[in-house]
């Protein structure tokens, strides 16, 4: 799954965002989505070799169903969205030529003509309606059936328009339609053995847990991009996968340790860092021992020593958080919440309240949630000081978002950056949010989250987001200790990467803008 401000749209504008001429006439690749202007006289053609740090056989070409950083990057390679998010976290035009609403509820989707799917059909309305009333079957297994269960009617009004009806008002909609799970897919597809999608690339090949190749759309609605082609592939070891980049095996990694960024710039290859409000976070299971026990959970979270996890872990590149998910920068951030800080004497205390002074207790770990190995043995060292002995367990990397995470009593998990606050509560933090990491029912929070979507006053939503951030600091199961910047390190000839906030990689778009330049 995985430090720049998210800042929430203007509300006001928001109803317009999409509907001013300027932004419908769209944007020439390499302009907007990642806020640069294309460096000058990229080289068309070249393979770029890829590796990230995990995958297995649940990866995913399936838009609705992308959860992790390689199925992001797939799925971006072969889609496209209605909208696509620009370097300030705001909703642009993409296959929406124009999004307008006089009230937020009620919404008129135009769609740009002249796109066709890689099959050669054309994008019509029937598509759209087809990709998004997707979301709402359970059988589809939707990542993004929290927000889909926002949409009341969704219909084509006629082959170039789609209304979609909301069961309340949400003027962050244009953005809701810039995550990665709402790309548009044709009418009546079902079998994701290939994609057949409106992107910038072809799928050439496709193998769960092994690789993908993607080949350069020539027909792409924006004009070609620079590549030729992209292998995607997975090296779980850190190590490893360093070592393939400075062999020149690879030309692009992504989940950089930052105790050898040091090293990689001195070998002369380059280390981009993306500033975001991702964190690693723990997760303690509320609905079963030992996380069913407050007590428990207040001494675990007091364990967290944030800035030496910053300093040891990270190398400096994270900034402190505060047990949930907004960052400082973000202008919905709780001022008036007071900093937890670092206190074994108190866990102590808690932890014989709860009965389990001298317990051990397991605590999974992998290599597949940023840097948690390390952050598990801080945390170890800690709990001795509090008379408790943390059980580190190092899960693989492979099959571990399938098999450990949310499902074991005590873990870590791996956020990616999320656009707005509403977002990242809907999916991480509501009790029915399809990444509800500890199990975590407040049903006051859950009526505030309708009331904040639903509000026009900013200042009424800047209160409602303060008190939603003070119930997950108090009553949730997870410990946020830091919000991380993330480290991709690229061969000196890979040329044109940028840092999106959005996300590592660009905003794992990195295949539609960057180029190979063999003479570097």
């Not at 390689?70 to 993409?94: I, K, N, Q, V, W």
């Not at 389990?356 to 597949?368: E, H, N, Q, R």
Request: glycine share 10%; charged share 20%.
């Amino acid at each position: 799954m995985k430090v720049a401000a998210f800042p929430a749209p203007d509300r006001r504008g928001a109803l317009r965002l999409l509907g001013a001429g300027a932004l419908a006439a769209g944007l020439p690749l390499g302009l907007g989505a990642c806020g640069f202007a294309t460096p000058p006289k990229p080289v068309k053609g070249g393979r770029l070799r890829v590796a990230t740090p995990a995958s297995s056989t649940a990866d995913t070409i399936d838009p609705a169903r992308q959860t992790v950083v390689t199925d992001y990057c797939r799925c971006h390679m072969f889609y496209d969205g209605l909208t696509r998010l620009d370097a300030h976290s705001r909703a642009e035009p993409a296959l929406a030529e124009a999004i307008d609403s006089s009230d937020a509820r009620i919404w008129t989707v135009k769609l740009r003509p002249g796109v066709r799917f890689h099959d050669g059909k054309p994008l019509t309305a029937d598509d759209v309606v087809y990709s998004i009333r997707r979301h709402k079957d359970p059988a589809i297994g939707s990542k993004a059936a929290a927000f889909a269960g926002q949409f009341a009617d969704v219909r084509a009004m006629g082959s170039d328009a789609v209304r979609i009806t909301l069961t309340g008002p949400n003027a962050d909609l244009p953005v809701i339609l810039g995550l990665p799970q709402f790309q548009i897919v044709r009418a009546g597809t079902t079998d994701f053995a290939t994609a057949n999608g409106t992107g910038a690339f072809r799928c050439v090949e496709f193998q769960p847990g092994v690789r993908s190749v993607a080949a350069r759309n020539e027909d792409y609605w924006r004009g070609p991009v620079h590549l030729g082609e992209v292998e995607l592939f997975s090296i779980a070891d850190d190590s490893a996968r360093v070592n393939a980049l400075l062999s020149g095996d690879v030309d692009l990694i992504n989940s950089v340790n930052p105790r050898i960024s040091r090293h990689i710039r001195k070998a002369g290859f380059g280390v981009l860092e993306t500033k975001t409000g991702g964190y690693t976070d723990l997760v303690i299971r509320l609905d079963r021992a030992p996380g069913n026990n407050p007590d428990f959970v207040a001494g675990m979270k007091l364990l967290m020593d944030r800035p030496a996890m910053r300093d040891a872990v990270f190398r400096g590149y994270a900034t402190i958080a505060n047990d949930q998910p907004i960052p400082p920068t973000n202008p919905y951030f709780a001022t008036d919440l007071p900093q937890r800080a670092f206190d074994p004497e108190r866990a102590a205390y808690h932890f014989r309240k709860a009965g389990m002074a001298g317990a051990t207790i397991p605590l999974v770990s992998s290599t597949a949630a940023e840097k948690s190995d390390d952050l598990g043995v801080v945390m170890q060292q800690a709990a001795r000081r509090a008379g408790i002995t943390l059980d580190l367990r190092r899960a693989p990397a492979d099959g571990y978002w399938t098999n450990s995470w949310m499902k074991v009593p005590m873990g870590f998990g791996n956020v990616n950056p999320r656009p707005t606050a509403d977002i990242i509560f809907t999916q991480f933090f509501s009790s029915d949010g399809p990444w509800n990491e500890s199990a975590w029912h407040d049903a006051r929070f859950d009526r505030l989250l309708l009331e904040a979507r639903g509000s026009t006053d900013e200042g009424v939503r800047r209160a409602i987001y303060g008190e939603m951030q003070h119930r997950i600091h108090d009553g949730s199961g997870v410990g946020i200790p830091l919000f991380l910047s993330l480290l991709d390190a690229h061969s000196p000839k890979v040329k044109g990467l940028r840092p999106m906030p959005s996300g590592g990689l660009m905003g794992y778009d990195f295949a539609s803008h960057v180029w190979l330049d063999e003479k570097a």
